[in-house]
């Protein structure tokens, strides 16, 4: 047993003694001999690898209500909306509860599946909240670059730790998702392992993906994958969101401009022949989420009553 499988096993020791037996830290602290803090530290990392499983068995109303009328007006799979703190900042840890139930069905299945992934912190928490589980016949390919100009690295890419969980294959797209040049894009498409990922990456059955937004925080923006005079260029063109590095307007028309025609990632209309689920929350997401909704672009999805709220309100008020 190797030193991270001994931290796995006592992390799971103080996973059931907490949440099973109601034991308090200091009390798991002197039966396992470490400090307090070692045991908070266990108790994240079991939450972290899956081994913390939160099922709530009661559907909550108005959820349901949010749910219903967003998957009836778009004709989607399904739509999960999970409850949300009003005050909290950021509703990741609740959406990637619900992303994970819905990805670890498919995962779980014994024959080979092939998973598209995007980018961003809803896709690396569900990702990081799945259940470890041998599978090593799946496939999980990247559709955004995950490289910034700077030629730092994209640090919400889910392939490797969903590769890492279930002991399957990797396919990373090592690339910048808005190159710097026309002539550095078409370099880029033209090379073996740009055409290898993307074959790959379109015989996957299912795509899960973030919903980014376009104003001044946007992740885009924020992380150095586009400069601040794109940033304006996008504004201008009244971009409010982007799929997977391409922005879209407010009713889900894919925008085409000096920035758009630089992004390296799968296009969006290769990706319609699989299902593509958007994992989003938050209230200023939801012009985002129902831009890509309007475009026609998903066919399920997972998001808060922040957000779903925000998009039935402006469904309502166009009736």
């Known amino acids: ?66 749910s219903q009328a967003i998957r009836e007006r778009f004709e989607l799979d399904y739509c999960d909306v999970v409850p949300a703190s009003a005050t909290a900042e950021d509703s990741t840890p609740y959406l990637a509860v619900a992303g994970a139930e819905r990805l670890s069905r498919i995962i779980e299945r014994s024959e080979p599946q092939t998973l598209s992934l995007g980018s961003g912190r809803s896709i690396r928490a569900t990702v990081e909240a799945l259940s470890r589980i041998d599978r090593p016949r799946h496939r999980f390919v990247s559709l955004v670059g995950n490289v910034a100009r700077d030629g730092s690295s994209n640090r919400y890419d889910g392939v490797m730790v969903a590769a890492d969980k279930t002991g399957g294959e990797r396919y990373l797209l090592p690339t910048p998702v808005v190159a710097s040049s026309v002539e550095e894009k078409r370099a880029l498409a033209a090379q073996p392992l740009f055409r290898a990922i993307g074959e790959v990456a379109e015989q996957a059955s299912a795509a899960f993906v973030g919903v980014g937004r376009i104003d001044r925080q946007a992740t885009l923006f924020q992380d150095h994958f586009i400069s601040e005079s794109e940033l304006d260029e996008l504004l201008a063109l009244d971009a409010v969101g982007e799929l997977v590095g391409w922005p879209m307007d407010a009713d889900g028309r894919l925008i085409d401009c000096s920035t758009s025609q630089r992004v390296t990632s799968l296009p969006l209309t290769t990706l319609k022949r699989q299902a593509m689920v958007a994992v989003a929350g938050g209230r200023d997401k939801g012009p985002a989420i129902l831009a890509a909704l309007r475009g026609g672009w998903l066919t399920s999805l997972i998001t808060d009553d922040q957000a779903a709220r925000y998009i039935v309100e402006r469904l309502s008020s166009q009736i």
């Open 1 to 66: 047993m190797d030193k991270f499988e001994v931290k796995l096993d006592q992390a799971a020791r103080a996973a059931w003694l907490s949440y099973v037996g109601g034991q308090t830290q200091d009390e798991i602290a002197a039966q396992l001999g470490v400090s307090r803090p070692g045991v908070q530290r266990l108790l994240a990392l079991a939450r972290q690898e899956g081994l913390v499983k939160v099922h709530i068995d009661h559907p909550v109303a108005h959820c349901t209500a949010l």
